[in-house]
């Protein structure tokens, strides 16, 4: 498996520079999170060996356990990529440097609250749900981002970076590229409405989708199984 995960992550590597060369894109402004949920922490160290600093988890219970025991890692950066409990939020400052799933004032007032506690700060991404899903969480419309976007921009210690989203898996490359078009839309009228040029990052794309996402202008692409392998 070691020698699997290296030699996924380079064939990946010259993938999505392929993808930015297609977009007209410079390498630099793409950062590829590795999606290491359920995977031990010899896979996340086998990553490393090869130059991947930047990894992903979806809940919070089994990141902290990984970070903590991988503190000997330098230069890691840590982004939770899944629902946020607002019971779980004290975890986060400190651990992670990313949270792309705030959907909610009470939560960011949470996060808010643990950064001070802490003196620590945290980058944030708005999850929305553009695809109308039941089963996922998320924003669904312009009024409700404006409004937490507003409200968020006056809270200690959080930095409103941009905005994330998950397309539903079962949908072709037009429908796909058009949620992803969508975010890009709001996070270029976001940034301009509320003068906030630090609203420059767009969390979109997997396994499944990375090249679209790059072609639509995604600046995180959260990849797991194309490096670890399927989940069990």
């Known amino acids: 498996m070691c020698v699997q ?6 064939r990946l ?4 520079q392929q993808a930015a060369e297609k977009a007209n894109r410079s390498l630099d402004e793409i950062r590829l999170v ?3 949920k359920t995977k031990p922490v010899e896979a996340v160290r086998e990553a490393f060996k090869v130059g991947q600093l930047v990894f992903g988890e979806n809940r919070v219970q ?26 779980k939020a004290r975890f986060c400052p400190g651990r992670f440097q990313w949270i792309h799933s705030l959907d909610s004032l009470e939560l960011a ?3 808010s609250r643990a950064c001070l506690e ?7 991404l708005i999850q929305l749900n553009l695809s109308g899903e039941d089963s996922k969480s998320g924003l669904e419309d312009w009024e409700q981002l404006r409004h937490l976007s507003e409200e968020l921009m006056n809270l200690e210690k959080l930095e409103l970076r941009g905005l994330m989203t998950m397309p539903a898996p079962d949908q072709d490359e037009i429908e796909t590229r058009r949620v992803f078009a969508r975010l890009r839309e709001m996070q270029e009228r976001l940034k301009s409405e509320l003068n906030a ?8 794309g997997m396994t499944s989708d990375y090249s679209w996402a790059i072609l639509e202008g995604a600046t995180m692409i959260r990849v797991g199984s194309a490096i670890f392998g399927a989940r069990q």
């Open 34 to 36: 590795a999606i290491s």
């Open 5 to 10: 995960i290296q030699e996924r992550l380079l």
């Open 197 to 204: 040029p630090q609203i420059d990052q767009l969390s979109m």
């Open 118 to 124: 802490q003196n620590t700060s945290l980058n944030v």
């Open 13 to 16: 590597n010259e993938s999505i």
């Open 62 to 87: 089994e990141a902290v356990e990984k970070i903590d025991v991988l503190q000997d890692l330098s230069g890691l950066e840590w982004h939770l990529v899944g629902h946020l409990q607002k019971n």
């Open 109 to 111: 007032k949470r996060l």
